[in-house]
């Protein structure tokens, strides 16, 4: 199995999303992918006007409000790495 690395990746917002509805986060397989991102210190990457910013604050507040603890420290790590 090819071992694939990524210094930096661009994440849209609804992965985000669905991470927080367990109808589309079936076996915790978005957490799992997000996890291992994290473990691998990859980055996000936003463009240089900053929309996606604008979208993550705009669509994602809502979730980090009532996210549990696991999705909370996810999102949470997200948020501030854009700020």
């Known amino acids: 199995m090819n071992s694939l690395t990524y210094d930096s990746i661009a994440i849209d917002t609804n992965v985000f999303e669905h991470l927080m509805n367990k109808k589309y986060n079936k076996n915790e397989h978005i957490s799992k992918l997000l996890k291992r991102f994290e473990k691998k210190n990859t980055s ?40």
């Open 44 to 83: 996000l990457l936003v463009d240089s006007k900053g929309e996606i910013r604008k979208e993550y604050s705009r669509r994602l507040l809502k979730y980090i409000k009532s996210a549990k603890e696991n999705e909370l420290r996810i999102l949470l790590m997200i948020f501030y790495d854009l700020l």
